[in-house]
T-cell receptor, first 114, second 106 residues
């Protein structure tokens, strides 16, 4: 099994430019998570999907961040426009459903905004 | 105060040493995860615990629900074990510790 697949692996953009990240979760995993991890810190949840519904987006900066999960499978996370402080690793994870189930994380996208 | 505290923050040891990383939390949880993160950024799930003890190869994880404490042990440590180890507790969502950076020298 391929695991949680994320792309791109690395991205460098100038501030004020848009950027998008893509995530393909484990087949059959209904719950999908986007996390942001700043250097030296633990990941912080941005948004959680149950199938195609965003059930927790309270930490998503909605003025510049958006996400979608069409058909309840793949998901994209977009930032427009990017700011210097958005430089971080963006991690996608999936699990069968919300609750005490195993999580599988992707390799992450390391974003550098210059 | 963070809901999840790990110790130590950094740990350097020699190959072969027995390693212990500790995690304390302050809230009621439904599960606790131990995760491994290598320099490239990807995270690997090592264990999910809700009670007792789990073992996988040279890795052992224990949890004491009453004391709100978990430990991750590595026996016969090896340089390839060098990584950041993260404890995360499941409340309504995963709450992560800041991680323990482990370096095993040959």
């Amino acid at each position: 099994e391929a695991g949680v697949v994320q792309s791109p692996r690395y991205k460098i953009i100038e501030k004020k430019q848009p950027v998008a990240f893509w995530c393909n979760p484990i087949s059959g995993h209904n719950t999908l998570y986007w996390y942001r991890q700043n250097l030296g810190q633990g990941p912080e949840l941005l948004i959680r999907y149950e199938n195609e519904e965003a059930v927790d987006d309270s930490q998503l900066p909605k003025d510049r961040f958006s996400a979608e999960r069409l058909k309840g499978v793949d998901s994209t996370l977009k930032i427009q426009p990017a700011e210097l402080g958005d430089s971080a690793v963006y991690l996608c994870a999936s699990s069968m459903r919300t609750g005490p189930y195993g999580y599988t994380f992707g390799s992450g996208t390391r974003l550098t905004v210059v | 105060k963070n809901e999840v505290e790990q110790s130590p923050q950094n740990l350097t040891a020699q190959e072969g040493e027995f390693i212990t990383i500790n995690c304390s939390y302050s809230v009621g949880i439904s599960a606790l995860h131990w995760l491994q993160q290598h320099p490239g950024g990807g995270i690997v799930s090592l264990f999910m615990l809700s009670s007792g003890k789990k073992k996988h190869g040279r890795l052992i994880a224990t949890i004491n629900i009453q004391e709100k404490h978990s430990s991750l042990h590595i026996t016969a440590s090896h340089p390839r074990d060098s990584a950041v180890y993260i404890c995360a507790v499941l409340v309504e969502k995963l709450v992560f510790g800041q991680g323990t950076r482990l370096t095993i020298n040959p």
